[in-house]
């Protein structure tokens, strides 16, 4: 469909098809939204795709169908970030894609959260960590717990937990880590029931 993929992830799933992301640049007007920033900014949105064996696309799934830029986590509502006045601004950046056990996907996101995604009405079917957490927390501290979720890689477990890889940050405040969780997506509860953090910080930046 036009989109270049991106490096981040690849899975190839049992029947021969893969998912995939990649990126694609809106063109939209900020200045109404934050003083001095472009009224012909550039904002990158990301795409997910299904290919079959042919490279067919079987499914697409595209940021700005879903989201508006206030609408998101992201800096572009605050006046003060120098961000929202560049010319291109990286909107959106996904990380990991996975097909869940029921179908649908799971979506790790750099805005600190883990989102998962109806594969076929294409809505947000909840989202976990970050500014727009849905659920409540047991056995970590709900305000820690927020910010486990800048993750790498998120993928469903056997066990049916989620396992989350959760990059340190760019200011080398906190280490790497990796986190296991049990969630009840009816309730909207995450129970932490493991985490490793190494005994020497890990800054892969």
């Not at 799934?61 to 929202?84: C, E, I, K, S």
């Not at 500014?131 to 717990?145: D, E, H, I, T």
């Amino acid at each position: 469909n036009g989109y270049v993929a991106d490096c981040h992830d690849f899975q190839l799933l049992p029947n021969g098809h893969v998912l995939l992301i990649g990126y694609y640049k809106t063109q939209m007007d900020l200045s109404k939204l934050v003083p001095g920033a472009y009224p012909n900014a550039l904002v990158a949105g990301a795409v997910i795709q299904e290919l079959d064996a042919q490279q067919n696309v079987v499914f697409q799934w595209r940021t700005w169908d879903h989201f508006t830029v206030t609408g998101y986590y992201g800096p572009y509502g605050y006046a003060t970030n120098p961000v929202a006045k560049n010319a291109v601004i990286d909107g959106f950046h996904l990380n990991s894609v996975f097909l869940d056990t029921d179908g649908n996907l799971l979506i790790s996101n750099f805005g600190m959260d883990v989102w998962k995604i109806n594969r076929q009405t294409g809505q947000i079917m909840w989202r976990l960590g970050g500014l727009a957490n849905q659920f409540s927390f047991v056995g970590v501290n709900p305000r820690l717990a927020l910010t486990q979720f800048s993750d790498h890689t998120v993928t469903r477990l056997g066990n049916g937990d989620i396992l989350v890889y959760c990059n340190s940050d760019q200011q080398a405040t906190r280490s790497s880590a990796v986190y296991e969780y049990r969630l009840d997506e009816t309730n909207k509860i995450a129970t932490l029931v493991w985490s490793y953090k190494p005994a020497t910080n890990v800054y892969p930046w």
